[in-house]
């Protein structure tokens, strides 16, 4: 099942290595189909391959970038939207053209929007999807409950999710300001795509990495689904794999 698990000192080697493994697989295929998370997990990384790029290490200009959710309700400039987020922290400091780069969108007409979002990624699937994993193991705005063969669509967040979702950094005013609704790639269409990339750091996350990659497959944790694709690579530094039995 994984291809490997690397287990690294702390957050910031966990950003670097996941940075390393865009930057093979883009120097493998200039034009990945890369689909991307936000929140907190993948800062360092995009700090990262934003260096790489500033040195003229990569380039981004026949790429396709997919993000992986969006909050619903939001305006894509609000300051918490994730459409916002990957402008701020990595596609705006690269050469992605902006035709390339994709998000659900989270106004409007919620089934269209998917739909769209689903043809957009279009039958052959993406070449990479790296994921963040919630405290609750959800993965995208899947939440415990979800349909391993569910596609793009419209959902309703956790409680926990909106509650972690309230931090100094996320860009929402108050914890009411959280929308109760996301739109998200489903399992269905993560589990399509040919690489998988799950990262998670410190210990509030070393439950779930434990029950996604050890415990059984339930969708009563998300992220164990991940155990049924070919080709799964995990980085997660020491404090989130402390509860893993086989490290
Ligand atoms: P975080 O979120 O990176 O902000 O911890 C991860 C997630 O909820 O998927």
């Known amino acids: 099942m994984f291809v490997q698990r ?6 910031d080697e966990m950003s670097r290595r996941a940075a390393d493994f865009v930057a093979d697989k883009l120097r493998q295929n200039p034009e990945l189909r890369l689909g991307l998370p936000t929140g907190n997990t993948p800062r360092g990384m995009y700090e990262q391959l934003v260096e790489r790029y500033a040195r003229g290490e990569l380039d981004f200009s026949r790429v396709h970038t997919f993000n992986l959710d969006e909050y619903w309700g939001l305006e894509p400039d609000h300051p918490a939207a ?16 902006s035709g390339q780069a994709h998000w659900p969108s989270g106004k409007g007409d919620a089934a269209e929007n998917a739909r769209t979002y689903e043809a957009r990624i279009g039958s052959e699937g993406l070449d990479i999807i790296i994921l963040g994993i919630g405290v609750n193991g959800h993965i995208g705005f899947n939440e415990p409950g979800a349909a391993f063969d ?8 956790a409680e926990r999710t909106r509650q972690d979702a309230f931090h100094p950094r996320s860009g929402f005013a108050t914890r009411e300001d959280v929308p109760i609704h996301g739109i998200t790639m489903g399992i269905g269409t993560i589990l399509e795509a040919k690489s998988i990339l ?22 009563e944790v998300p992220a164990s689904a991940l155990q049924r694709h070919g080709d799964v690579t995990v980085i997660v530094d020491e404090a989130a794999a402390a509860r893993l039995a086989d490290k």
Request: proline share 4%; no cysteine.
């Open 6 to 11: 690397i287990i690294t000192k702390d957050y």
């Open 82 to 97: 994730f459409a916002r987020y990957i402008q701020n922290h990595f596609l705006r400091h690269v050469n992605v053209p």
């Open 150 to 157: 569910a596609r793009t669509g419209f959902v309703q967040l």
């Open 198 to 219: 799950l990262l998670a750091s410190g210990a509030s996350k070393a439950k779930a990495i434990q029950r996604a990659l050890e415990g059984p497959v339930t969708e």
